[in-house]
């Protein structure tokens, strides 16, 4: 009986990985799943040893504050590794943890293969020499990585993007008659904490010019749904433990954390704005190790371009935000021509099938592997 061992640390990591983990069981229906994840893997079949997925965290100094917790599961998992050695590991994107196993597992003979790409043409663009050293093959679901992971010698395939899938299993929704505008400050307890009041400040302005707007916010959990509620105090929001595709399909204009959900908002062609902040120290930081982009959300990223404001950390004020906002809801030729740019992005993604492609590649890599032996 053969043993994949998958690592996830992120919340939309662990909503890829249990679609991944339904793919690989219903190629292969005695294979045996386990590792760190969340409870969306765990729910699709994985043997879960540690909820890694609901305790993610953002930036230098809170990964500072958590190394030691950090360091003890990075040291128990080697352990198990060795101890039990699969016959793959499957690292899903949480490149912090996930290039260090990466190592420690090919040390121990180990096949690897990574599911969605760290960042590298962002961050640290010299980690791709050392993923080329220790990944036998690298899955991709952007499809300008393909050829900057072959160019470094790795064994790459663009096998798509799992937001595509989770979309096409999505059921819709009646769609509701009022103006809709989304709020969706990101899933972790930092980001909350910084968008959430500029989100609540732009939502009263457009209130004033739009009284009949509901503003809606979907959360991960209860637990963030319970701090959203907090920090919107006395305004009138609509918040949802989950939801994200209801609330994405009847939207029509969404304020959005950079990060997943700025792609997600994308594919249902809804215009938003991006924001983006951190401390002080994050921030500089993170300065320092990006090079070589010019913006720092994906949809952008993937137009080339800037197609959708980008309002990042003393610029993200609710009296720079709020005249793009209001722009955007209402029919001008800025969100005629943003709903036409997000179509052209999603048309670049493919179609759906991600997550059955790439549990073939894996298999087909753990073949190889046995073969080669």
């Known amino acids: 009986m053969k043993r994949i061992f998958l690592v996830a640390g992120e919340s939309s990591g662990d909503a890829h990985g249990a679609a991944l983990v339904r793919a690989l069981r219903a190629a292969q229906p005695d294979i ?166 500029v989100m609540i400040a732009v939502a009263r302005g457009i209130r004033e010019r739009h009284p009949r707007a509901r503003f809606v916010t979907p959360c991960v959990n209860a637990a963030r749904a319970e701090q959203v509620r907090a920090l919107a105090g006395d305004f009138p929001l609509d918040i949802r433990v989950e939801g994200m595709y209801d609330v994405l399909a009847q939207a029509r204009f969404c304020l959005v954390a950079s990060g997943t959900a700025t792609l997600e908002t994308a594919l249902f062609g809804v215009p938003m704005i991006i924001l983006y902040r951190v401390g002080t120290v994050n921030y500089w930081l993170a300065r320092w190790f990006i090079r070589g982009i010019q913006h720092i959300g994906i949809v952008n990223i993937l137009a080339g371009r800037g197609i959708v404001p980008e309002f990042l950390q003393h610029d993200a004020a609710p009296e720079r935000i709020l005249p793009a906002a209001l722009e955007l809801i209402e029919d001008t030729p800025a969100r005629v021509a943003m709903v036409a740019e997000l179509g052209a992005v999603r048309r670049s993604l493919g179609g759906p099938g991600a997550s059955e492609r790439a549990a073939r590649e894996i298999l087909a890599c753990m073949e190889e592997v046995s073969h080669g032996r």
């Open 32 to 197: 045996v799943c386990e590792g760190l994840g969340g409870a969306a893997m765990a729910g699709a079949g994985m043997t879960l040893h540690h909820d890694l997925a609901g305790q993610a965290i953002m930036g230098f100094s809170e990964v500072f504050r958590q190394i030691l917790p950090l360091r003890r599961l990075f040291l128990e998992t080697v352990a198990r590794l060795r101890d039990h050695p699969p016959e793959c590991l499957v690292l899903i994107d949480y490149p912090g943890f996930n290039i260090r196993l990466a190592r420690r597992a090919r040390a121990l003979g180990i096949p690897v293969v990574y599911y969605i790409s760290p960042q590298v043409w962002a961050w640290k663009r010299g980690r791709i020499h050392i993923l080329a050293q220790c990944v036998n093959k690298m899955l991709v679901i952007f499809p300008f990585e393909e050829r900057l992971y072959r160019d470094a010698g790795v064994d790459c395939v663009f096998v798509g993007h799992p937001l595509l899938d989770h979309l096409a299993a999505w059921a819709p929704t009646p769609a509701a008659e009022e103006m809709v505008i989304g709020l969706l400050p990101g899933s972790r307890r930092q980001e909350i904490a910084r968008l959430m009041d």
